[in-house]
């Protein structure tokens, strides 16, 4: 427990030894939120007409609409007008060299395994011109490019291809959808966009590319990846390093459309700062994802892994449209000390023929609540629709708790639904087993957890497969015996 | 009397594997072991028998560190330190084995990472470089040989839908992989057909070699055929109440345990 404090403390109390922390004193509004603050935004990014109508929208939805509490978590009070909506990301390097960055936190990027190069940029260093992420950046972009990849911000998006956000922005997230969805549709600063052309296999993982560029992740971001007929695309978000951000909401929005034939495989890694061990501090994290199949024969998947936020809200999810589509979630969930989770999916079999597939594996520790909710809805036309969830969780001590919360409505007789949930604990026995064949107490946590949540970890792309094992070992330090 | 015992013991020490004195042990309050003196020395088998709830699973279980239970008096010297001053993990890395009467299940861990660990990490005490790839599956090819287990189960996770046999096997493979010196086996014998029987005790006689010494925990003499035991001790309310060769086991088997009941009371 210390061990992971004193890392989590290192890392977590120096917010400057990041250089992506955002610096409000210079490119920013006053807190508030008001119709005021939302043209100004908009207009700060010389958004056209139809975006600002977009924001306007959602903001009149939002104010009628009250913050969810079905959920199996306790958020504190959150005062809306407190929040800054809008400052510029300003990258600057805080370092020379990594000389000068603290060694604990470059211990735990070491263990994370994560590269050299990578590490001086997530650690606010001057990285060396020649693999420095604007000409890392342009490299992936011309090779992106050949193929007609579309791979950029959001803002940029907006204003080089307004016709495609303009068709597809809301398509799976409606303005409306829910009381963050709206707040995000309102105030959203930046994000990305991603598009796919017809035919087209996106020649790389968008992985490394995005880590690198993940540096100016904000509180409010919006995601859009679309994928034209019959072309693929693999795409991950987010960062196995701790990540600390002085925002403490954030609440984010990705929508994912899917045409005919085309796949969308959607990978994350989540490590936000849990809070401390009193359970002070840390991110609320209320996110929508949703992917829409509109296409037949179209597949969906999510997969994430989940380690950090003092409060998950999250339940990636897929609107099986086209008939023969597909849609998949698997997901790990940990949480430890005093987080909260409340995270699952939804699939929506609207198609005929469609599948879904559910892998959820939660882990808690500590005096944390893990909840799984999952919504699996087969509509009357659905016909011949299959979904399989499993359910699984794990515990580590006697002070922690699991909830499993599945919803089920199927409205016709030819699809089959199936569920299977189990609960386990980590014994002691397993865990004297490990140290009679000498592994120690933390090696053999880090071992039976992985090797629970392997069907999950085996579906994220390699590098941050390796990178996640490690992290789930990291985030149970000191939690038994 | 007692500490001439002592004296002697000390000079002894120096020639045993393992001495064992006056150990008491509790768990959840209640003593268990009330006074366990043992010496072994190096290359001997002793065998420990006992009628079930004597405390011979205790024993095994304390020597190789189990947390919950709790020493009240005595001390056990292993190759001239302080075995319970060390963690569980490194009396395992100083060479002290349990093969386990009822080996756990890992799910999700294939056992060629888990014994891959665990080889490394006893060599990595002992200050040597992990193996490479190549010398570990050798290693692994020539002890799954020894104790005849299918080459498939090593890929599986660790004792996952393993039968009982196939069980017993894999802990005799681990310790042909660890090559301890102090093997405690306890009840290896338990849920095992004669054939399987004999696949585990031919391992663990192959493995029988002067610098080793073999604790082996049994409830009947038949596991007592197969290894040969140089002692036979049994215990019994949690004191060790008759000690000699290995012709008690088959006065044991003849007898039954209740003439040392009553001899003993």
Redesign the interface.
């Known amino acids: 427990m210390e061990e992971q404090d004193k890392i989590l403390h290192e890392v977590t109390s120096q917010e400057y030894k990041f250089g992506f922390v955002s610096d409000f004193e210079s490119d920013s509004i006053p807190k508030g939120l008001s119709e005021d603050v939302i043209r100004l935004i908009s207009a700060k990014k010389n958004e056209p007409e139809f975006m600002l109508n977009f924001r306007l929208d959602a903001y009149r939805k939002w104010l009628e609409m009250p913050m969810p509490d079905w959920a199996y978590l306790k958020v504190p009070p959150i005062d809306f007008q407190e929040i800054i909506y809008y400052s510029a990301p300003k990258k600057k390097p805080q370092y020379e060299s990594l000389d000068e960055v603290d060694p604990d936190l470059l211990e735990t990027f070491s263990k994370l395994g994560i590269p050299l190069e990578e590490q001086k940029v997530l650690a606010g260093v001057a990285v060396d011109a020649v693999i420095d992420s604007v000409s890392v950046k342009t490299t992936f972009k011309e090779t992106l490019a050949e193929k007609g990849v579309i791979f950029c911000s959001f803002s940029e998006a907006v204003l080089e291809h307004p016709d495609l956000v303009k068709k597809y922005l809301g398509m799976s997230v409606p303005t409306s959808d829910n009381f963050f969805a709206a707040l995000n549709s309102a105030v959203f600063s930046d994000g990305s966009f991603c598009y796919i052309p017809k035919g087209v296999r996106c020649p790389m993982e968008l992985s490394t590319y995005f880590r690198i560029n993940a540096a100016g992740t904000g509180q409010f971001e919006r995601t859009l990846i679309i994928a034209e007929d019959s072309s693929y695309v693999s795409y991950l978000e987010g960062c196995t390093a701790p990540m600390r951000d002085e925002n403490q909401l954030h609440a984010a929005v990705v929508e994912i459309i899917a045409l005919d034939r085309a796949e969308v495989k959607y990978s994350t890694v989540q490590n936000w700062y849990p809070g401390n061990k009193e359970g002070k501090g840390g991110v609320y994290n209320f996110v929508t994802k949703r992917g829409i199949c509109r296409g037949e024969s179209s597949k969906i998947s999510w997969t994430q892994v989940e380690t950090g936020s003092a409060i998950t809200w999250k339940y990636p999810s897929c609107i099986l449209m086209g008939d023969n589509s597909v849609g998949e979630f698997n997901s790990v969930a940990l949480t430890n000390n005093h987080q909260q989770a409340d995270t699952g999916t939804k699939m929506v079999h609207i198609g005929k023929n469609t599948k879904s597939t559910i892998i959820s594996k939660g882990i808690s520790a500590g005096v944390s609540d893990n909840s799984y909710r999952g919504l699996v809805k087969v509509l009357p036309g659905a016909i011949n629709s299959r979904n399989f969830s499993q359910c699984d969780s794990l515990l580590l001590g006697s002070t922690c708790g699991a909830h499993t919360f599945p919803y089920i409505e199927v409205g016709n007789k030819s699809s089959i639904v199936e569920h299977e949930a189990t609960t386990s604990k980590i014994g002691e026995d397993q865990i004297f087993y490990c140290n009679q064949r000498g592994i120690s107490t933390e090696d053999a946590i880090g071992m039976i957890v992985n090797g629970y949540a392997k069907e999950v970890l085996n579906k994220l792309p390699m590098e941050f497969a390796v990178e996640a094992q490690k992290l789930l070992a990291i985030s149970l330090e000191g939690s038994v015996g | 009397m007692f500490r001439r015992g002592a004296q002697n013991s000390e000079l002894e020490t120096t020639n045993n594997m393992l001495t064992i004195k006056n150990l008491r042990v509790a768990v959840e309050g209640k003593e268990i072991l009330k006074g366990i003196n043992l010496e072994i020395k190096a290359g001997e088998v002793h065998a420990i028998m006992g009628p079930n709830g004597s405390g011979k699973s205790t024993l095994g279980n304390v020597l ?5 239970y709790e020493v009240l008096d005595g001390e056990v010297i292993y190759e001239g330190e302080d075995l319970l001053e060390r ?3 490194d ?3 100083m060479g002290v ?2 093969g ?1 009467q009822y ?2 299940e ?4 294939p056992m060629v ?3 891959k ?2 080889v490394n ?2 060599r990595k ?1 002992k200050g040597l470089e992990p193996l490479t790839a190549g010398e570990f599956l050798k290693l692994m090819r020539e002890k799954k040989e020894l104790v005849h287990l299918d080459s498939q189960l090593t890929n599986r ?1 660790v004792n996952e839908g393993f039968s009982g046999g196939e069980k017993k096997k894999n802990e005799i493979f ?1 310790m042909a992989m ?1 090559e301890p010196k102090l093997a405690i086996l306890d009840e290896t014998d338990s849920g095992l057909d004669i054939d399987a029987l004999k696949v585990v005790s031919d391992g663990v006689n192959a493995l029988k070699d002067p610098s080793r010494s073999t604790i082996v925990i049994t409830h009947y003499q038949r596991l007592l055929d197969y290894i040969v035991p140089d002692f036979v001790h049994v215990l019994y309310q949690g004191r060790i109440v008759k000690s000699a060769g290995k012709e008690l086991a088959l006065e044991l088997e003849e007898k039954g345990y209740d003439w040392l009941k009553t001899e003993n009371v």
């Open positions: 190789a560190g189990k947390e919950e963690s569980a993990e009396r395992a890395r084995f349990l386990f080996p756990v890992i799910p999700g861990v990472n888990f014994i660990t665990s990490e006893h005490y996770s681990q660890l």
